[in-house]
């Protein structure tokens, strides 16, 4: 059973440009979360989507945005890049429902770097 | 707000020893909690979850315990080996809204085991 897959791995960007990622759950998992890890802040939640509803947001700016799609796969969009939007983007998924079935798996990240 | 502290910061230990993570959350009203483990640059991997109705979890050489009410989780690695040497995370998942898949995280514990 494939893992979760985010795509791309690493990223070079400029400030002012925006940015694109993509994460592919686990086949059948329907929640698909955001994660941002940086030295300073450690690893704090985004975004968490479930059958293409975001049901919870983090307190990050507006400029950082997500969306489903119907096959469960999850976008997040960064605009407006700043230096410090440097950091690892984590996705997570799990089934979305019931217990004890919450676990939640992590992808390998992407690095994104803003220069 | 929820606060999750994993102490210590970091741990140097010499092959085949036992030892004991910490991990304190501020709030009980959990629903579970999850111990990852993460290699350098590289995303998270999902060592235990206890559910909040749980008082432990065993995986091999791993062991991890929850008391809800004083805020504690411990994880126990037996017999320790240099492939352990990682960053350990703790993880704590609280009803947020409709969604139960909001994850606080500690800063984690960075261990070393020594061949």
């Known amino acids: 059973k494939a893992g979760v897959t985010q795509t791309p791995r690493y990223l070079i960007k400029t400030r002012g440009q925006q940015v694109t990622l993509s994460c592919s759950p686990i086949?059948?998992?329907?929640?698909v979360s955001w994660y941002q890890q940086t030295p300073g802040q450690g690893l704090q939640f985004l975004f968490e989507?479930?059958?293409?509803?975001?049901?919870n947001k983090g307190n990050f700016p507006g400029r950082f945005s997500g969306r489903q799609f119907s096959n469960s796969r999850s976008e997040m969009n960064v605009s407006t890049l700043e230096l410090g939007d440097s950091a690892l983007y984590l996705c997570?998924?799990?089934?979305?429902?019931?217990?004890?079935?919450?676990?939640?798996?992590f992808g390998p990240g992407t690095r994104l770097t803003v220069l | 707000k929820q606060e999750v502290t994993q102490i210590p910061a970091a741990l140097s230990v010499p092959e085949g020893e036992n030892l004991v993570l910490n991990c304190s959350f501020t709030?009980?009203?959990?629903?579970?909690l999850q111990w990852f483990r993460q290699d350098p640059g590289k995303g998270l991997t999902s060592l235990l979850l206890?559910?909040?109705?749980?008082r432990e979890q065993t995986s091999g050489r791993l062991n991890a315990s929850l008391d809800k009410s004083s805020g504690r989780s411990t994880l126990y690695i037996a017999a320790s080996q240099p492939g352990d040497s990682a960053t350990y995370l703790c993880?704590?998942?609280?009803?947020?809204?409709?969604?139960?898949?909001?994850?606080?995280f500690g800063k984690g514990t960075l261990l070393t085991v020594n061949p």
């Open positions: 993880a704590v998942n609280r009803n947020s809204g409709g969604s139960n898949y909001k994850l606080t």
């Open positions: 206890i559910q909040s109705s749980q």
């Open positions: 989507y479930f059958s293409e509803t975001q049901r």
């Open positions: 086949s059948g998992h329907r929640s």
């Open positions: 997570a998924s799990s089934l979305g429902r019931g217990r004890p079935l919450n676990e939640q798996f």
């Open positions: 709030d009980s009203a959990i629903y579970n």
